[in-house]
């Protein structure tokens, strides 16, 4: 069944997927379950969709209304689905591709803060827990009062320590757990 966005200005646009098996995309129910959660925290917020693979996340915040998205991939065959599908659904002008690494995307200062900050990384791998740590010694990347949600399979899931960041919610989806996390305001 092919990937589509859900809903909003590009809602029922099919979306490419990345050939082989280097991706993992997101779960419709889970998209859509994610997107509930958010609400109309979506409309007007920045969006950072890190290990962007098919850049489906943050195509659909784009169809709900954000008024951006920097998607970071550092495959090439991601890079380029994405690019793809952000002419398909119409938003070339909103959405920048970045082709780079995360962490080392992350250790550069922030050029700007996000409110929405989605973490989806190749599974078993402990990606998640340095992308983590990573946006928590760099809080500049994240809006004051902004949102981090990490999707990973339950099983990955371990504690964190962590200092500017706050856990405020979890919500398992058969094998997918999404982790929410805030950067408090002041």
């Known amino acids: 069944m092919p990937m589509r966005v859900i809903a909003g200005q590009a809602k029922g646009r099919a979306l490419k997927l990345v050939p082989g098996d280097t991706t993992r995309p997101i779960m419709a129910r889970v998209k859509e379950a994610l997107f509930s959660i958010l609400g109309s925290t ?8 890190l290990f ?25 065959a ?17 959405g920048q591709v970045l082709r780079a690494d995360v962490l080392d995307f992350l250790r550069r200062p922030a050029t700007r803060a996000f409110e929405i900050v989605y973490v989806a990384p190749p599974q078993y791998k402990g990606l998640w827990q340095q ?35 706050a856990q405020i919610d979890e919500r398992r989806y058969g094998n997918t757990l999404l982790w929410f996390f805030e950067h408090p305001g002041e």
Do not use: K, Y
């Open 131 to 165: 992308t983590l740590t990573m946006l928590d010694q760099h809080p500049d990347h994240i809006a004051p009062d902004g949102v981090v949600i990490v999707q990973i399979d339950p099983h990955e899931r371990a504690p964190v320590s962590l200092n500017a960041l």
């Open 42 to 49: 979506v409309f007007d917020a920045t969006v950072l969709d």
């Open 78 to 94: 991601a890079a380029r689905i994405i690019e793809d599908n952000l002419r398909t659904t119409g938003f070339a002008e909103q």
């Open 52 to 76: 962007a693979g098919t850049g489906s996340v943050g195509i659909e915040a784009l169809s709900r209304g954000a008024a951006s998205a920097l998607f970071v991939e550092r495959e090439t």
